[in-house]
């Protein structure tokens, strides 16, 4: 089934390309606007070659990564302390409701004014997208532990500790995993925004400078790397995701 399914996958991307390859020389789109995908992957051949590529790729990179890590961090340990307490859940409930649904890219004028084009406007951007995902997902996760297992523990004298490791953790470790998910592809969003609008060094602004300057292929064949960073990216954290739930049932009932 999976041999099947990844046949079909790579059927589709080569109808794809036969249709961006015999669309311009057809003439059924402008050639300056869509260029042959044979011209799209020569160009794409001369770019990986480059050392400027790698350099940017290295700042997506990285700049994606510190993020990441940083909302992983920040959104687990709020997340755990504000749902285990159900005063701070109920303070904060109004405030975390009001903030998430604010687009992180709402941010980008006032980034811009603080930062510049510098390598901070974008971390600001990928730790706001990715944050909510990340403590909305851990506060879920507490809120379904068993209350039966937590007035236990509490009976055997668990400590504050002992409770979050033992009782609250393994709950949420699906929860946790979930948001990684979904945190990982905001961060990658994200950073290429930034670098694409604000001018942060990395592949989103070798795009923006390919396309200010008329090299219609190259844009395209950085399109095209940055939706193939996409898929390995997602594909890392379900990677991720199988081999920290191992146990759960969900991947047991999967493999």
């Known amino acids: ?10 059927l589709g991307l080569a109808v794809v390309a036969a249709v961006v390859e015999a669309a ?3 003439g059924v789109v402008d050639p300056d606007y869509l260029p042959p995908f044979t011209a799209i992957a020569a160009r794409l051949g001369r770019v990986l070659g480059g050392a400027d590529f790698w350099a ?4 997506t990179l990285r700049g994606w990564a510190l993020g990441l890590s940083i909302a992983m961090a920040a959104g687990i340990a709020l997340g755990v302390l504000i749902g285990s307490v159900p005063v701070l859940r109920a303070v904060t409930a109004s405030t975390i409701e009001f903030l998430r649904p604010i687009p992180s890219v709402a941010l980008i004028p006032l980034v811009v004014l603080i930062y510049g084009s510098r390598m901070q406007s974008a971390l600001v951007l990928v730790v706001y997208a ?4 990340v ?3 851990v506060l879920y996760g507490v809120a379904d532990v068993d209350p039966v297992v937590r007035d236990t523990a509490r009976s055997y004298r668990f400590s504050r500790w002992g409770t979050v490791r033992t009782v609250v953790w393994p709950t949420a470790l699906p929860y946790v995993v979930t948001g990684f998910r979904l945190a990982a592809a905001v961060a990658l969003i994200l950073e290429i925004t930034a670098e694409l609008i604000i001018g942060v060094p990395g592949l989103g602004k070798s795009i923006g400078v390919a396309q200010s300057s008329g090299a219609v292929a190259e844009t395209y064949a950085l399109v095209i790397v940055v939706g193939v960073l996409g898929v390995l ?7 991720v995701e199988r081999r920290a739930l191992r146990w759960h049932v969900s991947v047991r009932e999967q493999a």
């Open 1 to 10: 089934m999976t041999l099947h399914r990844s046949a079909l996958g790579v």
């Open 130 to 133: 990715s944050f909510w995902q």
């Open 56 to 59: 940017a790729l290295g700042d």
């Open 135 to 137: 403590l909305v997902q």
């Open 233 to 239: 990216v997602n594909l890392a954290a379900r990677a």
């Open 24 to 26: 311009p020389r057809l």
